[in-house]
């Protein structure tokens, strides 16, 4: 994903000043939290970006956007960030730093979506398959229901695809058919 520049050079100095004080991990959990804020307030990015909006104002949301327990890595990262005027960058930030984390731990990011909810016991199936499909990288999930793959599921490991759906079944039919 290509965040732009800023966000980049800014989210590879923060996972350096990180690495530094040991707390790369803490800062990862505080981005993914960043982010999820960011996709469940999407108005978020607009007060950040709203010069009438006070730095004391958007240093709370910043901080309120990270969770619950804050790392003072983080708290001095908003700062700096107020200061020079980047706080619109933010969320590309995140997501840069999210990025950086996953590839410098090798980490890949798991998205099953199913046509409906799934008991556990068939998401641990599903979970197990993708072990044995990549053995000895870290996973990381993400769950989705889409009614729209009719039935099965699509299974997406960083750029792969496995895609057991009804829809695409239907879609690879009508390929056939029209090219006979």
Do not use: C, W
């Amino acid at each position: 994903m290509d965040n732009g520049l800023i966000p980049r050079r800014y989210a590879k100095a923060l996972y350096k000043f990180a690495l530094e004080h040991g707390s790369t991990q803490a800062v990862y959990d505080e981005m993914k939290e960043v982010i999820g804020a960011f996709e469940s307030s999407p108005r978020l990015q607009k007060t950040l970006a709203n010069p009438f909006v006070s730095e004391a104002d958007k240093a709370s949301l910043l901080k309120a956007a990270a969770g619950e327990k804050v790392e003072n890595d983080y708290l001095g990262f908003i700062r700096m960030l107020l200061e020079m005027h980047r706080e619109e960058y933010m969320h590309l930030i995140a997501l840069a730093y999210r990025d950086l984390y996953r590839k410098e731990n090798k980490i890949s990011q798991v998205r099953i979506t199913t046509a409906a909810e799934l008991p556990e016991a068939e998401m641990a199936k599903l979970r197990a398959m993708v072990e044995k499909a990549f053995p000895g990288t870290k996973l990381e999930y993400s769950y989705r229901v889409d009614p729209e793959l009719i039935g099965g599921f699509v299974i997406d490991v960083d750029d792969a695809r496995m895609d057991a759906s009804i829809s695409n079944e239907i879609e690879q039919l009508r390929l056939t058919l029209i090219t006979k």
